[in-house]
């Protein structure tokens, strides 16, 4: 197909085909200062809301061999603030409240009655590194159904000694790899890793799995999310 | 797919000169927003490496690079996740719309590299960077450059792939294990980033050489000029 112009009307049609490229000038939105904190706010929960479609009850997360495991001494010990929070043992309970049949508080035996699952599992921080850890402790299914959690809750939250605080959706919380974790690596917690009582969730990133669980609430509503997720990370972030 | 061509008129002078219709309007543009995107993943994606520049263990760590904060987005890890997971859409969304009209349009039979194409890359390398004779070329795209377009949206595929297994290690633990797990994951999406950056690097002095007509063709579809 060979057709003629000439100079005046091709300078028009040019034009017209750069100014189909406008679409692309929207995406300057990101560099206003006043869109980009809702436009990047927008994409966060656009990604957590695909993370929670994403997530399926049935599938577990993969488990690994006893070699696979990071040694002890190198798996790292995170905290936002101190390491030990000084936690009384002998005074510790773990208080539940919120949209259960039984709240009140429970002590480290009254947990441990519970059956108990050991499992070699993956924890992924948010920062990039990666280890295999060995995690011991009851489901979190278990002892919800324990204290008659109800069924159509949407929340799980937890409150930590070190002033940490915390939450999860309940299609996680229910996942029959969610523990609340008093054991690692056959032994019971160190203070470090968040003795007496974490969650450990291999289907979540690192930051949701918060150490020295005080308080436990089963709620319909949030009332705050998390430490790390206020300051602006991922609310869901499921792996 | 016929190329259009055009033969233009100069209005004062009279001297025709020709046009060639080379890249339609949903390449034009995927190929901008695109281009936009992959600046906000590299360098947002350079500040979440700043968090944990290495791919070995976390105890003892041992940083494979000090990348300077300058040349990265979102001035701390949170701040640069939220632009990586806001444009992971915009540059998975871009590479469905352009892979789709590509194969819809059929205009995929310009630039998908092919067996035939084989044989015409070594004289195309000898003439890029031995100084060797241009070989003829009849399509709108020679063999190395076909060969450059094919590998850039395969490494984007991959980018997005690798990304996945990284964000979901669980949900798609089969994709992370096709890579050897979450840890070398992140290897390949790292690795996969600096292959992509040196089809850009390519590319823009390509650019340069080629001229100003030729870049003008990427704005308004059309090239002027022999």
């Known amino acids: 197909m060979n057709s003629r112009t000439d100079s005046r009307k091709f300078k028009t049609m040019n034009r017209r085909e750069l100014l189909k490229l406008t679409p692309v000038v929207a995406l300057g939105a990101f560099a206003i200062p006043q869109l980009q904190k809702p436009l990047l706010k927008g994409g966060l929960s656009f990604s957590d809301w695909t993370s929670a479609r994403l997530f399926r009850s049935g599938h577990l997360a993969p488990t690994f061999a006893d070699s696979d495991l990071t040694p002890f001494e190198k798996f790292p010990i995170n905290g936002y603030d101190v390491d030990d929070p000084e936690v009384d043992f002998d005074k510790w309970t773990l208080t539940v409240s919120g949209s259960v049949q039984k709240p009140g508080d429970y002590t480290l035996a009254q947990i441990q009655a519970l059956p108990k699952v050991t499992q070699n599992t993956r924890h992924v921080c948010v920062e990039g590194w990666d280890v295999i850890g060995r995690f011991g402790g009851m489901r979190l299914s278990d002892f919800l159904k324990s204290i008659g959690a109800d069924p159509t809750a949407r929340f799980v939250s937890v409150e930590c000694a070190d002033d940490y605080y915390e939450s999860i959706d309940i299609a996680t919380a229910m996942h029959p790899q969610s523990l609340l974790c008093y054991e690692m690596y056959g032994q019971p917690l160190t203070r470090e890793h968040g003795a007496p009582l974490r969650l450990s969730i291999p289907t979540k990133i690192g930051y949701k799995q918060a150490k020295y669980l005080t308080d436990l609430k089963v709620s319909h509503v949030l009332e705050k999310v998390g430490y790390w997720e206020d300051q602006g990370y991922s609310e869901f972030y499921g792996l | ?226």
Not at chain 2, 121 to 139: A, I, Q
Not at chain 2, 207 to 219: K, P, Q
């Open chain 2, 1 to 226: 797919m016929a190329t259009r061509a055009m033969a233009i008129e100069d209005v004062k002078t009279g001297e025709v000169t020709q046009a060639v219709y080379e890249h339609p309007f949903v390449v034009r543009l995927c190929h901008w927003v695109n281009a936009v995107s992959l600046f906000v993943m590299v360098g947002s994606g350079f500040q979440i490496f700043r968090a944990f520049p290495s791919f070995g263990a976390k105890i003892p760590q041992k940083d494979l690079l000090d990348w300077p904060k300058a040349l990265a987005l979102g001035g701390w890890l949170g701040g640069a996740l939220q632009w990586h997971l806001t444009f992971m859409w915009i540059y998975i969304a871009t590479g469905l719309v352009y892979i789709g009209y590509q194969i819809f349009s059929g205009n995929y039979k310009q630039v998908l590299f092919v067996r035939h194409d084989l044989p015409g890359v070594l004289p195309m390398v000898r003439h890029y960077f031995f100084f060797g004779p241009k070989p003829l070329t009849k399509e709108a795209y020679n063999p190395l450059q076909k060969h450059a377009y094919t590998s850039a949206i395969g490494l984007g595929v991959l980018s997005v792939l690798t990304g996945l297994a990284i964000w979901k290690p669980v949900q798609f633990s089969w994709l992370a294990w096709m890579m050897g797990g979450f840890h070398l994951a992140r290897l390949w999406h790292f690795l996969i980033m600096w292959a992509m950056l040196a089809f850009v690097f390519g590319h823009l002095v390509m650019v340069v050489l080629h001229g100003w007509n030729n870049f003008v063709s990427m704005l308004t579809g059309w090239k002027k000029g022999p």
